[in-house]
């Protein structure tokens, strides 16, 4: 009995055992509904042993909208826990619980997945290659990722959530503060997640490197390849600290180690300093593929080419070197005297020149356009005046004086929703409104989307800004209920009302999906926004191979040049295509990750090393496995081009 | 489109009429010290500068959408190829660096100001109090004056103020908005802050920095009164408080809020501050003697390796 005890939630209420009670009937609806289509084969072919970038970012896609949800779910509950004095609806351990996963969920297991799904879909199309460097790496990252997504969403109804923050600060999230497996699970599931994170930067890294079609000098790639290049890099640099940190908090919480505990010489700052060192990297990671995405939004919207392209890449350079030389703005209050706040204050600063040098180019790109308001160009444009909003404040945040009284507080929480939200979560709506008829072959409906747009933007407002005032009038951030007479009724039942008309926002993208899909036209042909890079140049459904004849490339715009000034992009004819062959082993291994990070959460140490052991047969099959790939005919190609020809006009 | 931004209009207008109409003056922008006053002034400041850059991004963001708007030009208008122009580019370059070197050398100014015994006071024997946090409690010590109180804090106004701080358990952050910012407590080192009240009053004070179950409530209050009546609460505490014994103690640290309660002797006797002293600047204060304790079983007590 003992052994089962401990996968009890410490401290359940009705919303947990109404979690499980939904998350089993859902589970159990999902095997009936695949048994009953009999889809197992299918989905076992197509998906889960897949290597096609296209797919997999499908699947990443998937993972980010549910994730969204949940994060939704869990930020609706914190306002509304918020919105009146001494409410009751959470105690203080369910609300420290939702905060901490709400944190974590939206940055890691939402925005990181979602711009990995512009990634995966995206840059071999940009750059005209037929797969990334590494397609069976790209499956071993997206089930990791996966695996450790499903790991974190089950502490909610297996052995408890964490509760110590998304940052996690020791000695609160040591032992002796932490005493559920709240906190393994963050260490282990954010460890496998982010392993499957470290060899996607690799993997686009390589692919960018090394694949791009003929002609495509670096500075001819697309915008958004540029962003995701330089997002990448960071990934690289910044992630390892990532797994030397968890893998540190791992030995304190499993281990016994003291590197973060309170006596023994353990140094509770060091990890403050070790996640800020990944985490303020992080956030760069998640707005550039976002700036990449408006870049290209906003210059086919205004028919124009992008103002300023040099500059643009070198403020993306400049902002990706800064972004490891500001970690410590976020413990200015931490007491490192006047000299050390003096160079990080200026160095955060400065971040904002080149953040401001791309606010004005995409002004200036609207400049002399011809500027037709479509929902993606809706999203690019409120994303413009909310964003600089945010990033000033960041800049106010800067000033390590005046941060001694917004640090910690809800203006803090302001800014950071202020810049993320208009920031990542309009962009990644914005790319997925504009990319959708490639990937899926009809639009989404444009009025409910722009109606989107708006409630969306509402909802922020109202809900985003009185946190600044709020913060400024002494709220502090993560307080789980408040009394009368602090004065903060008023505008925390603005936010909540905000926060719900978000979510009514979101409710009609879900809607507008449904109803897209039932009603849309599917006769759009394959460039339905008149737009101006290689994604678009192929057809729609984009075949297997991407690319029948590797296109050349004269400059950023080849497409569009290839529509307007006879550039000719195919030239050649067609030849067989070598493709790699889908394997079961990513996720095969992912699933041994998985019962890995499992069983040490909960320290079942026989299980763990038995697992660790498949992890390493994985490992050595795959090194001795021998798999040239696959051909695909001449005759295939002719059949399958013919077939999208005619589907195409 | 209309409705839309009616809608937004309408949503910005109402969220600006909330603030003006809360009109009591927000804690942060309300200081009674000349810390929280530096702060109040590099925050309007900054709120005035970053404004102006909001508008004008805006302003031309609102002129180039209705100027160049598809449904204001002619069928065959063809947006012209602009590689860009490095004079243009130079200034949206140039305008920033300078703000940032304006706002830079403020934020120096006042790291210096806020890092240093309050201005005006300077010539001043600072009042050292140790502030000490528990979960979910704070510990006032009062060495000088040796008497500690628990979840209040009674200070002479017009008087610099040494706070040295430190934690018995999470890393907490010490906040009295009017007097000025916050700064963490940590349970391996000690931190400075100093702080004054110019005016007599009661203030908000609390942690700032979550630190668990009991987080919301772990606030305290703080009276600024003058020299005359702080000597004469002392007096009186010494009159008719008990003495903080180390058995007392231990029982106060138990994870809990308690409401206040008032000792004489204090805590560093027994169970003395780490000995990691960071950031104290100008006035070097004697540490309280460091009796070498006996181990007891608290644990809590970190003492780092000689350095
Ligand atoms: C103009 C550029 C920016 C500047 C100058 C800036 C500055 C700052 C500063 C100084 C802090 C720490 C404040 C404190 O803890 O007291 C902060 C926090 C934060 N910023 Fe920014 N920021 C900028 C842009 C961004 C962007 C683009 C993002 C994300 C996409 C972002 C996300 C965050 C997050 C997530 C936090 C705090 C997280 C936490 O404590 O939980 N910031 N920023
Ligand atoms: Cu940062």
Redo the contacts between chains.
Sequence with gaps: MDFFNRFAVPHPSFLIYGAMVSIAIAMIAVVVGITYFKKWGYLWREWLTTVDHKRIGIMYLIVALLMLFRGGVDAIMMRYQLSMPDNTFLD??HY?EVFTTHGIVMILFMAMPFITFFFNYLIPLQIGARDVAFPRLNALSFWLFFMGAMLFNMSFVVGGSPD??WTS?F??AGNE?STSVGTNYYMIAIQIAGMGTLMTGINFITTILKMRAPGMKLMKMPMFTWSAFIANVIVVFAFPVLTVLLAMGTMDRLFGTNFFT??N?????LW?NLFWVWGHPEVYILILPAFGLYSEIISTF????L?????MVASMVVISIFSFLVWAHH?F??????LT??IF??TT??I??PT??K???W??T????????TTPMLYS?LF??LF??GG??G??L????????Y???MFLVAHFHNVIIPGVVYAMIAGLTFYWPKMFGFMLNEKLG??TA?LL??GF??AF??MY?TG???Q???????SEST?FS??NM?SFIGAAIMAVAFALLVYNIYYSIRYASRDIGSDPWDARSLEWATHTPVPEYNFAIIPEVASTEAFWDSKKKGHELFKGKIEKIHMPNNSPLPFIMSCIFFVFGFSMVFSIWPVAIIALIGILACLTYRSFEKDHGRYISVEEIEETEAKLRGAKK | MRIKMKLMYLTIVCTIATVLAGCEPLLVLDPKGPQAKTQADDIMLSIWLMSAIVIVVLAILIFVLIKYRASNQSEDYEPPHIEGSPLVEAICIGIPIIIVIFLSIVSVESNYKVEATPAGYEDQEPIVIYASSSNWKWHFSYPEQDIETVNYLYIPANRAIEFKLYSYGPITSFWIPQLGGQKYAMSDMVTTLHLAADAEGEFMGRNANFSGAGFAENTFEVTSMSQADFDEWVDEVHETADPLTDEKFEELLEPGHLGRSTYTGTHLEFSPAPEHDHGSTDSEVEEPKQEDHTDHESGKQTNHDNH
């Design positions: 203080s351990q420290n110590s923050g600060y000695p609160l503060f309170t006596d010489g353990g140094m509770d700052m403050a205004a028919r124009r080419n103002y300023g392209y040099k500059s413990f209050t931490m007491g490192q005297g006047p706040n003096s204050s200026i600063m400065a904002a020149v401001g040098v606010i004005f180019n002004l200036f609207l400049w002399k356009g011809k500027i037709v308001f444009i413009i005046p600089t909003l000033v404040t800049v106010m800067a000033m390590s004086a005046a941060d001694y009284q640090h910690n507080t722009k109606w708006w933007s509402v407002v109202l800004i009185p005032i400024l009038d002494g502090a951030r993560r307080m789980y209920t408040y004065g008023t505008l603005v």
